[in-house]
């Protein structure tokens, strides 16, 4: 015999069934990369607080260390199949504080400081472009994503760049006694060059996937990211210095051949409608 609240609604086991059901698949793969965004994101937390605590060293390392997980988790997802909506928000909010804040806070703590407000100006750039990147490519993922460059000099390459510097001329100060502001004289132009390319349109390399076609298409992409492993093991915070120069110089300069090379494209078919 059914209730009238049954006969209305249908029995419990029935209504949760049908509940189950209208709830939208669930892809369990995410998880996996899920896992190192954040990874991603509690290392940049360490780094933050390394760095109030005042081992600005820690902090620069830790911000490397975020960016090697940043790396891992995209693997994942590719290699998985795991791309989501999900995993696009939860990695631009963790790279938000790795990568934004953290360097910011890096190099204010580190000689900002000493210039007051203008100081405290110079090292939000970093965060301020970063989340306008950020935006943009949450944007550009779901409206016309692409496997083949970035469109702006990616955020974590911007952040290692910061703590980069910092780690291969903390003890070396006296090179840049000549300066009026010291480090702060070559530092603040670093910063304001490497965030305004973050909203650049310049195209910079995408790490290919490991999968037999990409691996057999991109062999010189993959050789010079074993270049750039050898480097860093080997040399530490020089070699992270020498491959993200490499690889900021690289995008500038393919940047420039297409700009020119397109350029001079364009004045030939104008040189031909008149002609």
């Given at each position: 015999m059914k209730y009238p609240i049954q006969k209305k609604y249908g029995s419990?086991?029935?209504?949760?069934?049908?509940?189950?059901?209208?709830?939208?698949?669930?892809?369990?793969?995410?998880?996996?990369?899920?896992?190192f965004t954040l990874m991603n994101l509690f290392s940049g937390f360490l780094a933050i607080i390394s760095i109030a605590d005042g081992n600005l060293i820690w902090g620069a390392w830790l911000i490397a260390i975020a960016g090697m997980f940043d790396v891992m988790d995209g693997l994942m997802a590719r290699l998985a199949n795991a791309t989501s909506d999900f995993g696009i928000e939860l990695d631009s909010l963790s790279d938000m504080v790795s990568f934004g804040v953290a360097p910011g806070f890096l190099i204010y703590t580190f000689s900002l400081n000493e210039l007051g407000v203008l100081g405290m100006i110079i090292s939000a750039i970093p965060?301020?472009?970063?989340?306008?990147?950020l935006a943009r490519f949450n944007v550009n993922a779901r409206?016309?994503?692409?496997?083949?460059?970035?469109?702006?000099?990616?955020?974590?390459a911007q952040a290692?760049?910061?703590?980069?510097?910092?780690?291969?001329?903390?003890?070396e100060l006296d090179l840049f006694s000549g300066?009026?502001?010291?480090?702060?004289?070559?530092?603040?132009?670093?910063?304001?060059?490497?965030?305004?390319?973050?909203?650049?349109?310049?195209?910079?390399?995408k790490i290919p996937r490991f999968d037999r076609?990409?691996?057999?298409?991109?062999?010189?992409?993959?050789?010079?990211?074993?270049?750039?492993?050898?480097?860093?093991?080997t040399l530490k915070e020089y070699g992270l210095m020498a491959v993200f120069t490499i690889f900021i110089f690289k995008g500038l300069i393919t940047g420039a051949i297409h700009y020119f090379g397109d350029y001079e494209e364009e004045g030939e078919e104008v040189f031909q409608d008149f002609s």
């Open positions: 419990f086991r029935e209504k949760r069934k049908r509940i189950k059901q209208e709830k939208p698949p669930v892809n369990r793969r995410i998880a996996v990369p899920s896992f965060p301020l472009c970063g989340a306008v990147r409206l016309s994503p692409t496997n083949e460059h970035f469109i702006g000099l990616p955020i974590p290692i760049m910061i703590g980069a510097f910092f780690l291969t001329f903390r003890n300066f009026e502001q010291g480090i702060n004289s070559v530092l603040i132009p670093v910063v304001i060059v490497i965030s305004f390319l973050m909203v650049s349109t310049i195209k910079f390399d076609r990409s691996i057999r298409e991109n062999r010189g992409k993959l050789g010079l990211l074993l270049l750039y492993l050898i480097l860093i093991v």
